[in-house]
């Protein structure tokens, strides 16, 4: 198993911080998870949300390659239906060249769920689809918090997991 971050760069109205100051702690944060040892942090793409759920990950990433230099970079969600493909793969391109390599754009055949039970389904559409089913990949999101004291902690946290999981 590998793990990862994913970092949506949202910046609530009720919790605000200055832009600039929330994507500098945001890239701070991706330098701290390679320092950690994770194996890669993932983002991925939204438009029209207040509070700037991030609506190009392509560019952000361009800056954690910039200031990383092992962690992968992926995208969870690229809606590449939105350009031209030249666009696309210049875009990548610009990222993946300088990042030696680091760049994971979506997870192709990948299934974006942790879900045991889906496995065997999916390899079967790979199968169908004339993919090699031994290519499976599996990748999902799962919130955890570390705490000393996660009854503690619960409080200063909830109010924020809550406005996530609602939006």
């Not at 990222?95 to 055949?109: A, N, Q």
């Not at 496995?119 to 999902?140: K, V």
């Not at 799962?142 to 809550?162: I, K, S, T």
Request: proline fraction near 8%; glycine fraction near 8%.
């Amino acid at each position: 198993m590998r793990v990862g971050c994913y970092l949506d760069l949202r910046n609530p109205p009720r919790w605000a911080r200055p832009w600039a100051e929330h994507a500098t702690r945001t890239l701070e944060r991706c330098v701290e998870a390679e320092r950690l040892g994770l194996d890669s942090v993932w983002c991925s793409e939204h438009h029209f949300f207040e509070d700037g759920y991030l609506p190009q990950p392509l560019t952000f990433l361009a800056g954690v390659a910039a200031t990383t230099s092992r962690i992968r970079l992926g995208t969870a969600v690229y809606l590449a239906a939105l350009r031209p493909p030249v666009q696309v793969a210049e875009e990548a391109a610009v990222v993946d060249l300088p990042s030696g390599g680091r760049l994971e754009l979506g997870l192709g055949e990948g299934l974006l769920s942790v879900d045991p039970a889906l496995l065997e389904p999916y390899r079967a559409g790979l199968a169908e689809g004339g993919h090699d089913p031994g290519s499976a990949r599996m990748a999902g999101l799962v919130n955890f918090m570390l705490a000393d004291d996660p009854d503690a902690a619960w409080p200063r946290v909830r109010d924020d997991l809550a406005y996530q999981w609602d939006t």
